[in-house]
């Protein structure tokens, strides 16, 4: 009898395959050269081949997929707007009205700047063209201004210069370029006072005001403990700024940095509270969904409209969606439709370390960690020979404790094979301690997550010594977090910098590990095909043969 996890369909995957391949071809050297007239002439010819050989699969299935990657070059194109000939421009001084869109996290030695990603409103004439481009800022920002929001408008004299189409993989100006920002200013001086203006303004005006109010809440009774104060605020509400140093350092060198990004774990968490308060009321089911949905969004958008929590949303969204209005509500059907339209609206997202390691993860816990745990719990049969009702309190305790032991080594072991290849290329870092050091924290980190949603949810009806009760029950357990990997760092080994011998291994062993991981899906994970042995062999390879220890990483 085939697993239940390995009877799940997932019918739009040929179309997220299709949709990534042209956002890859746009992306590189043939998106930057070739015209978009000629793309549009691919998508429209082999559409109508489509149309026209709908009754033989194999050719319609193939100009289909022609078809929706040359859309995905279009797409990817239209979303840049690269601008002809501004390659070439030396930087130089401009004066530009910015409206902001996206903020980053002040660093310690430039707390006195504001950076982030912003659209341009007005330029000089002769910058006309740069109208609506989204661009990158850092600017002068005075302490005794407000510090920027979503919506927030100023006019500033800087440094412009041309981002490259392509830059380096591992710098800012890669990370920028994979962002599909065409132009950096730089070294801005503010010549008007900034304004949310607007709709949007005011939007973002009542984000930070709910924003503040929300860290207000988590820190109720938190005041003699601001180490753990500023960790639960960091895990809650996606601050990683408030992390000092020391702190930041810890978790990445043991692997577990995620648990700060808003995530699935948090974005389901809180779904599920909310679900839990709608159903006490007796709101219908559907009316659940669409209340809960609204929160989330509203949750999304007051904590910044992070990339990762953006994913996060759409794939509950997804998911519960699905199991509402009675589709097949699988959640690899859920995770292909949440990417799909997540690249459709921000094709560029494809590009970054989040995306990649958040949809990577999670595709191989469903189609490896799920089935491998399925497989150990029907083979984990301890007292075989005596019935359940003899096997007393201790006997249904090792049961119960070897099954769930069984279900996180599963798991985490599926979880590495595209954590580890992911932060080695993105961060040059290798972290095998990070496996041992996730299957405790992941656990640890759910109460506090539940701590943090119930002491919202106090605070924001008013009953502050509540609020204070989950407060005090999430720090402890943050408290003892952080305890625990202050030990896992100092073992030796635990991690170490080391990089890929060619540049062009870390994105070749993340494309080939989720396809080689849906392959053993589709064919089952059968053993004369190497079984669940070949997805590690394949790691063990790349490792032994295309790595090498840095020994002066880069900073």
């Not at 990370?175 to 607007?198: H, W, Y």
């Not at 030796?492 to 080391?498: E, L, S």
Request: glycine share 10%; net charge positive; aromatic share 10%.
């Amino acid at each position: 009898m085939t697993p239940r996890s390995l009877s799940h369909r997932a019918p739009l995957l040929a179309l997220v395959v299709a949709w990534g391949v042209g956002l890859a071809i746009g992306h590189g050297a043939w998106g930057a050269h070739l015209p978009h007239g000629l793309w549009a002439g691919i998508a429209f010819v082999t559409l109508v081949f489509a149309w026209l050989a709908r009754r033989h699969t194999a050719i319609w299935a193939l100009a289909l997929f022609l078809a929706v990657a040359a859309a995905g070059v279009l797409r990817i194109g239209q979303v840049r707007e690269r601008l002809p000939g501004r390659d070439m421009l030396p930087p130089r001084e401009a004066r530009l009205k910015l409206r902001v869109e996206r903020t980053f996290a002040p660093r310690a030695e430039a707390a006195a700047r504001a950076t982030g990603l912003a659209r341009v409103l007005g330029t000089e004439a002769h910058l006309a063209e740069l109208t609506g481009q989204k661009i990158y800022f850092s600017a002068n920002w005075p302490a005794d201004l407000p510090p920027p929001v979503r919506g927030t408008e100023f006019t500033a004299l800087g440094l412009l210069a041309t981002v490259p189409f392509q830059a380096g993989q591992n710098d800012f100006a890669g990370f920028l370029a994979d962002a599909g920002v065409n132009q950096s200013f730089s070294r801005a001086r503010l010549e008007t006072t900034p304004v949310a203006a607007g709709v949007t303004g005011a939007w973002g005006r009542f984000c930070a005001a709910a924003d503040s109010r929300l860290e207000a809440i988590l820190r109720i009774g938190l005041a003699e403990n601001p180490a753990e104060a500023k960790l639960y605020v960091a895990m809650m509400l996606g601050q990683k700024q408030e992390l000092d140093e020391h702190h930041r350092e810890l978790f990445i060198q043991s692997g577990t940095m995620h648990l700060f990004a808003i995530s699935g774990l948090h974005i389901a968490g809180i779904a599920v509270a909310v679900n839990t308060l709608l159903l006490l009321v007796r709101l219908p089911s559907r009316g659940r969904f669409v209340v809960s949905t609204l929160l989330l969004w509203a949750y999304v958008e007051i904590t910044g409209r992070d990339p990762s929590a953006v994913r996060s949303f759409w794939m509950v969204t997804c998911l519960f969606g699905a199991q509402q209005w009675r589709a097949p509500g699988n959640s690899l059907a859920a995770l292909i439709t949440s990417a799909l339209v997540v690249l459709v609206i921000d094709p560029h997202q494809l590009f970054s370390a989040g995306f990649q390691m958040s949809y990577g993860i999670v595709a191989a816990l469903l189609l490896y960690g799920v089935p491998l745990q399925e497989l150990w719990l029907e083979k984990w049969r301890p007292w075989s020979y005596l019935p359940k009702e003899n096997w007393g309190r201790w006997r249904h305790w090792c049961h119960g404790f070897g099954e769930w032991s069984l279900g996180l080594i599963a798991l985490g072991l599926a979880s590495t094979l595209v954590s580890l290849p992911a932060t080695l290329n993105f961060f040059n870092l290798i972290t095998p301690g990070a496996f041992f050091t996730n299957l405790v924290l992941i656990p640890l980190s759910t109460p506090v997550l539940f701590a943090g949603v119930c002491a919202l949810i106090a605070g924001g009806l008013g009953l502050a010594p509540l609020a204070m009760l989950f407060n005090h029950a999430a720090a402890l357990l943050l408290a003892v977090m952080a305890w625990l990997v202050e030990r896992v760092v100092e073992v030796p080994g635990v991690a170490w910098p080391a990089g890929y011998t060619k540049a062009w291994l870390g994105a070749g062993v993340l494309a080939l590990m989720p396809a080689l991981l849906a392959l053993g899906y589709v064919r089952g994970w059968r053993r004369r095909e190497g079984g669940y042995w070949l997805p590690y062999a394949l790691l063990v390879l790349v490792l032994v043969v295309g790595v090498r220890t840095l020994t002066n990483p880069a900073p």
